[in-house]
């Protein structure tokens, strides 16, 4: 529709306003009367989220509609609840997958998901939409979610104004080039300035320092004398009075007593420095935290505000079942929010995590201990945060922060219109080096790198609304591939570098065919490589072949691991791929083994009688049958030792390199072995070369190949026909949005799901969803009923065929599914109280906090939705439903936000 020109619509939106728009904000709103899109770019706490109520302000003015979208429904419910306290219930809907309310008023807030899948269903709500803002588009880095973003702004109506609202970013200028290019004329606005200004300390013990000396300048960063000075002298009094001194260097001490968190943030009220955030990098941690304080005396509360945190404990939690109350450890969290006192982290139950934000916005709790996801976008600001630690574990390793995680944690210190100063604290230890603290507190900035990735949903629906061609010139126009096409210029640049390298090395080498000699040496070291590789594989092979002709009640040494032992098959595993029989060892240790645990083929040594039913979750079966094991004499051979040496003789291909190696000229030369390290460096530049080609080759137009072989795959399965339109099939994976989408589309159509009761569909479905956190994901027992344990084997070889297909089209794998959560939902679907369903629950081992718990419940029913609502069989989709409806009870049910 053609916008009205909204000439004065910005003075009329400042009247309204209680504060003095800042220079930013002024510039992006002008920018957005004169009919630009916009994208700002500002830090945390900066107020960007004006640019985007003005955008609904004009939308309303002319008589259009405004959709605004953020990452997460925590932030979508906020923002709904600002926007109805300006504009009255009836002016905002809301659409976050769980909730719709008001979906045809004039301004909707949604999660960006639900606008992607709008945009792809044609929906008839976007007639006339004339603004759409989005906030936190940083996400877009998100390696999870963040496709999300680039297709909403690939694919909105090209009349639609944007306003990107983004954290400050390094390359905002590469980011609006790009929107630029996609969307048309489009401002960028950039500020670095923190709306109150933010001072680092160093905690040094109880004495409080500050991290930057008064001399420092944009030029030169200087680290505190007194701070420097303290530190040195501390670290030689340790020395001097410690036994144990130093352990080797990079390490901490042995010794070294971190200050106790009480004492902590009595010096910091002592300061005035509260209320304030301390992030700690782990679930446990942050709980270990609360734990500290209330065992000690430390209350941070005020005598008049206990009515008031009764009433919104209350609010938040009194339709929690009273039966599940000590479950979820209420009364000791309820004590802690008494004290002023409270933990925040993903592994909370909703409603505990929803009742500490508001207790904190109002100045109710005073200390929170916080792991990094509290950072992202709640509205928790604090006069103070409190740095632990400057590493955590990213899911693969232990790292260092980055400047900007360190930008985004601290940026929650100083509250607009309260504080007049911010506060970052880093607590000291014998690791922390204060110029690299000084680095982090004075790097500003971090780039966004996209994440988008062509997958089976996206090009199922790119291919119904656009066709191939269409669809492949749209992925090339992606912030993906803009950034890989400006990336190539640096590796033509290496390439050429590199070239001219091998050229002065060649001259120093290249004679009697000493370059021909190393290349003899590089094929013998490469052909060593692939016997030891080929001998892995090849013992793997023996052991998964052993693994499946393993009986019930046969007696095998596990020859190497934790799990070192005698131990007895329980549960046989026939499958092919992995087999993993349960077992229980001598050492009262009930689990699954795999082909890893075995170096050398399994062999059984001896049978055990076992009866007919063994629950090994009880302690005292465990013990009883590793009694009986221990019993039966039978002992296990010597230990193993991994990767043994054929007993073949050596490689044919090998000896014969190796012979031509040793009659070659070159070798004979007295100076080989100083030749060889400058041929070595050859070999590793050329290799390198060789990779950065391939980097080209693979960045220019990557994104369009990857789209190409996912539409080979579809078609050869059938949801695409040879003619490139979409079939029946493909219509309905286009409507199933999850990480598995092809694998549930695949179930659905193969009927694998059909004849399940409600519980056992929930219980198999999660298979799809759930994600262990141990790295290596958690196949567990089959499943707890006969139907759920065929379906689960249906289900793993749907899954298992398309991985194949994957590998011959080189496609990313779909993710294994993960069997941690089917007995605990099932448990849970079918009646069970929440501490048994808990128990049931997570990785082997571990039972599942609450939080996780009620997440994994709703992603579940939001995947059953999807199943009730694209299913053509009316049984399995008539079973989704009644799945819902059994698994959204109890504290899943409650607090839903």
Avoid at 270 to 292: H, N, W, Y
Wanted: glycine share 8%.
């Amino acid at each position: 529709m053609a916008l009205r020109s909204p000439i004065g619509e910005l003075a009329a939106f400042a009247a309204e306003l209680t504060f003095t728009l800042d220079p930013f904000q002024q510039q992006a709103c002008e920018s957005l009367q004169a009919g630009h899109s916009v994208l700002v770019c500002a830090p945390t706490g900066a107020g960007k989220t004006v640019v985007g109520e003005f955008a609904v302000h004009l939308a309303r003015a002319a008589g259009g509609k405004c959709f605004y979208t953020t990452p997460i429904k925590a932030l979508s419910n906020q923002k709904y609840a600002d926007l109805v306290e300006r504009y009255g219930r009836g002016q905002v809907g809301l659409l976050t997958g769980d909730q719709s309310l008001h979906p045809d008023a004039p301004v909707v807030v949604m999660t960006t998901e639900v606008l992607r899948n709008m945009l792809y269903a044609g929906s008839d709500a976007l007639q006339g939409l004339s603004y759409v803002v989005m906030d936190e588009v940083h996400y877009l880095a998100d390696r999870f979610r963040g496709a999300v973003w680039e297709e909403v702004i690939l694919h909105l109506p090209p009349d639609v104004r944007l306003v990107s609202l983004s954290a400050t970013v390094s390359n905002a200028e590469e980011f609006g080039a790009w929107m630029e290019t996609v969307r048309g004329d489009t401002a960028v606005i950039v500020d670095e300035t923190r709306p109150v200004p933010l001072w680092q300390h160093v905690l040094v013990g109880r004495r409080m320092f500050d991290l930057f000396d008064q001399k420092s300048s944009d030029q030169k960063i200087l680290v505190d004398e007194d701070l420097v000075r303290y530190i040195k002298h501390r670290e030689e009094a340790d020395r001097m009075n410690s036994w144990n001194g130093p352990r080797h260097r990079g390490g901490p001490r042995r010794d070294f007593r971190p200050v106790h968190r009480p004492e902590m943030l009595a010096r910091l009220d002592e300061e005035g420095l509260l209320p304030a955030i301390t992030f700690i990098f782990s679930r446990a941690g942050c709980d270990g935290a609360l734990a500290q304080c209330l065992r000690s005396r430390l209350d941070l509360s005020r005598d008049d505000d206990h009515e008031r945190v009764a009433a919104i404990i209350d609010k938040h939690t009194g339709d929690l079942p009273r039966a599940d109350l000590d479950v979820l450890g209420y009364w000791e969290w309820r004590e802690g929010l008494f004290r002023g006192l409270a933990a925040h982290h993903a592994g909370m139950l909703p409603a505990f995590r929803h009742t500490v934000e508001e207790l904190f916005v109002n100045g109710l709790v005073r200390a929170v201990f916080a792991t990094e996801t509290l950072a992202l976008g709640i509205n928790m600001p604090a006069r103070t945060v409190v740095l632990e630690r400057l590493v955590k574990f990213n899911g693969e390793s232990h790292a260092e922060l980055t400047p900007g995680e360190y930008t985004q944690l601290t940026g929650r210190a100083g509250r607009r219109g309260i504080d007049v100063e911010g506060h970052a604290v880093v607590v000291w230890n014998p690791d922390v080096d204060t110029s690299s603290v000084a680095g982090l507190a004075s790097t500003r900035t971090y780039p966004l790198r996209s994440s988008f990735r062509p997958g089976y949903n996206m090009s199922i629906n790119l291919i119904d609304r656009m066709g191939a061609t269409e669809s492949r010139a749209l992925l090339e126009r992606s912030f993906a591939q803009f950034q890989a096409d400006r990336s190539v210029v640096g590796l033509v640049r290496g390439i050429e570098r590199n070239e001219g390298q091998l050229r002065k090395l060649r001259s120093q080498i290249d004679h009697d065919g000493f370059l021909e000699y190393m290349s003899l040496r590089e094929r013998i070291a490469q052909r060593e490589r692939d016997i030891e590789r080929q001998g892995r594989a090849d013992r793997r092979g023996a052991a998964v072949a052993s693994l499946t002709s393993l009986r019930r009640g046969d007696v095998v040494a596990i020859p190497s691991g934790r799990r070192q032992g005698l131990a007895v098959i329980l549960e046989p595993d026939q499958s092919p791929g992995d087999p993993r029989p349960l077992v229980l060892t001598e050492d009262k240790w009930a689990g699954r083994i795999s082909a890893a645990d075995f170096p050398t083929p399994a062999q059984p040594l001896g049978r055990m009688r076992l009866p007919r039913h063994v629950d090994h979750r009880t302690a005292r079966t465990r013990r009883d049958l590793a009694s009986a094991l221990r019993s039966t004499g039978i002992t296990p051979p010597g230990r193993q030792r991994r990767g043994t040496k054929s007993k073949g003789g050596e490689d044919r291909e090998l000896a014969t390199l190796r012979r031509a190696l040793r009659s070659h000229p070159a070798h004979a030369r007295p100076d080989r072995e100083q030749l060889a390290r400058i041929g070595e460096r050859y070999n590793r530049v050329q290799r390198e070369t060789e990779a950065m080609r391939e980097k080209v080759s693979a960045a220019t137009n990557s994104l369009a190949r990857t789209f190409d072989r996912i539409v080979e795959l579809l078609t050869d399965r059938g949801y695409v026909d040879e003619a490139g339109e979409v079939t029946g099939d493909g219509r309905r994976l286009a409507r199933i949005y999850t990480e598995a989408d092809l694998v549930v589309a695949e179930c659905l159509r193969q009927g694998v799901w059909r004849g399940l009761g409600p519980a056992e569909l929930a219980a198999v479905v999660s298979m799809l969803v759930y994600e262990s956190r141990q790295e290596t994901g958690y196949l567990g027992p089959a499943g707890p009923t006969a139907p759920i344990r065929r379906a689960v084997a249906s289900t793993m070889t749907v899954w298992s065929e398309l991985r194949t297909d994957e590998a011959q089209h080189k496609l990313t794998p779909t993710r294994e599914p993960d069997l941690g959560f089917v007995t605990g939902l099932h448990k849970w679907a079918r009646g069970d109280g929440l501490a048994e369903s808990l128990l049931a629950s997570g990785d082997q081992g571990s039972a599942l906090s609450a939080g996780d718990f009620v997440r994994w419940c709703r992603q579940v029913i939001d995947l059953l939705d999807q199943i009730h609502n694209t299913a053509d069989d009316v049984e399995v989709a008539g079973t989704a439903a009644k799945a819902v409806r059994a698994i959204r009870r109890g504290v899943v049910a409650v607090d839903s936000a």
